[in-house]
């Protein structure tokens, strides 16, 4: 998506994170339809629909997957937004290194190299 985005010149960016930033102010309806569409997983529910109690994976003992998965998301919108303001890579390279070469690298984490 980086390199894509490259290849216009840092202009576009993502259509959700375009609209909800632009309309979500003058439409409930363009609001709703952001949240729901950025929102990972659906809404947060302490239970399952099914009325057992939850067994969501945890990426460490103080870090629920839902909030980190929502971190993501907004850290990824975050670095697509600084990317068309500055019109470079470092956004992404930054989110690259942090996300990949320190979150997803921890001791904590069985799938690190």
């Given at each position: 998506?980086?390199?894509?985005?490259?290849?216009?010149?840092?202009?576009?960016?993502?259509?959700?994170?375009?609209?909800?930033?632009?309309?979500?102010?003058?439409?409930k309806l363009v609001c709703e339809a952001?949240?729901?569409?950025?929102?990972?997983?659906?809404?947060?529910?302490?239970?399952?629909?099914?009325?057992?109690?939850?067994?969501?994976?945890?990426?460490?003992?103080?870090?629920?997957?839902?909030?980190?998965?929502?971190?993501?998301?907004?850290?990824?919108?975050?670095?697509?937004?600084?990317?068309?303001v500055d019109k470079n890579a470092v956004?992404?390279?930054?989110?690259?290194?942090?996300v990949f070469g320190k979150l997803l690298?921890?001791?904590?984490?069985?799938?690190?190299?």
């Amino acid at each position: 998506m980086a390199a894509n985005m490259a290849k216009r010149g840092y202009t576009g960016g993502c259509l959700i994170g375009n609209l909800g930033a632009e309309l979500s102010d003058h439409s409930k309806l363009v609001c709703e339809a952001s949240r729901r569409a950025s929102s990972p997983g659906g809404p947060r529910r302490s239970k399952p629909a099914s009325g057992r109690p939850s067994r969501r994976a945890t990426f460490s003992a103080d870090c629920d997957a839902g909030v980190l998965a929502a971190f993501l998301i907004n850290a990824w919108e975050g670095a697509v937004l600084r990317a068309k303001v500055d019109k470079n890579a470092v956004p992404f390279e930054e989110f690259d290194e942090v996300v990949f070469g320190k979150l997803l690298a921890s001791a904590s984490n069985p799938m690190r190299n």
